[in-house]
């Protein structure tokens, strides 16, 4: 699942001295967005858009809710080329105990057959929560209003990054697939917000079926191994992917006693392919399921259901592998340590995570749009 122990108290640092037994503190008001997009674009000319969000309470009273964006690409004659395909999902949280929650899921994927046809999707998520620590919600004596705190938590990634070709020593120059997130802390009357961790992954394709991978912030050191493929996919001769199994992040933030204080959480990620034959595709807490199902209707074959199995033999992409392990900073979960041992069931629970259970439901608020191209319609 992509899970973020995003606001999850794993201990309390009170004058440098770490306190024993996990916090326990509470949520007082939770909002939250989800927005996804996929544009179409021919010889250079945006032809059309569909845009879906959804928030909370804006738009709904509470979770679940679900953004679902896809458009088609057909010829004049009804034949299918291509599409694009976005899923942003924000599931109910869980904040009072195990198991862990599962919030957050993303599948943003794209393909293009033609020889003029791109693609870009993208996935939006904020999830912002206003909390406070009372003054007896810290182990041992009381502590007075005002006192400072440092909580330690933990930030806990799995998905892919993923671009396949029809053609090895195709240019993919263009071509490219990337992740971003960060955490903000905001503290009332303080003169700046921090960002206590950030990070972001770009896998770009180049000439001769080359590709590059850039990682920033959290994860200039992280173990982002390309997958080996042991039975390579004829149809599909090129496949880069990126694997995050499980990753995780410890961070610490500062907060006082009994000041309400909001953590926030931006998660993204963003496809864009170039013609002749080629996907990419960004999951993270949902199972494979967008660039598959685009694949199959365009090419009529299974080989996108066998792309993701292939994939989930060296990756689980919901997370449900890693549910009840963590790991140290930068590394895959080792299953040393239970979720439930680290946090304890007093934990302060203000947990963020990527969700693992299916989206079931499409946004209710879309937007299509229709753009001017040059030409006519092929």
Known sequence: MSRFILLGAIGAIVSSTVISRDAVGGVNFIRASVKSEVVQTEDGVVVQTDVADESVPQTSLGPPITAFAQLDRLTSAGVLTGGGRAVSVFQVPNLFGFPAPNDV???????????FTSWRAIGRFIETRFAVIGPGELPGAPLIPGTMVTLRSRVVVSGVL???AENQSLDLTGTEVNMQMSVTLRRPGAAE??????????????????????AI???????????????????????????FAGLSFDYVYD?????????????????????????????????????????GRVKKDDRGERLAALISEQVDTTGRAYADRTGS??????GLESTCGVLGTESISLMLTTCCLAYHSAARRRRR??????????
């Open 105 to 115: 899921g993303m599948d943003i994927g794209a393909f293009g057959a033609d020889e």
């Open 369 to 378: 749009f229709r753009g001017k191209r040059a030409g006519p319609w092929r």
């Open 329 to 334: 900073a930068g590394a895959p979960v080792s």
């Open 217 to 243: 912030g959290i994860f200039q050191n992280a173990s982002l191994p390309l997958l080996d493929l042991a039975t390579p996919i004829p149809e599909l001769p090129f496949v880069s992917a990126l694997a």
């Open 255 to 295: 907060v006082a006693i009994g000041e309400e204080y909001e953590l926030e959480l931006l998660f993204g990620a963003d496809v864009r392919t170039t013609p002749n034959g080629v996907a990419a595709n960004a999951v993270f807490g949902l199972p494979q399921v967008q660039l598959p199902q685009i694949l």
């Open 162 to 164: 993923l671009i396949a």
């Open 193 to 214: 917000v921090s960002i206590p961790i950030s990070g972001e992954v770009k896998l770009s394709g180049g000439p001769n079926g080359a590709f590059n991978v850039l």
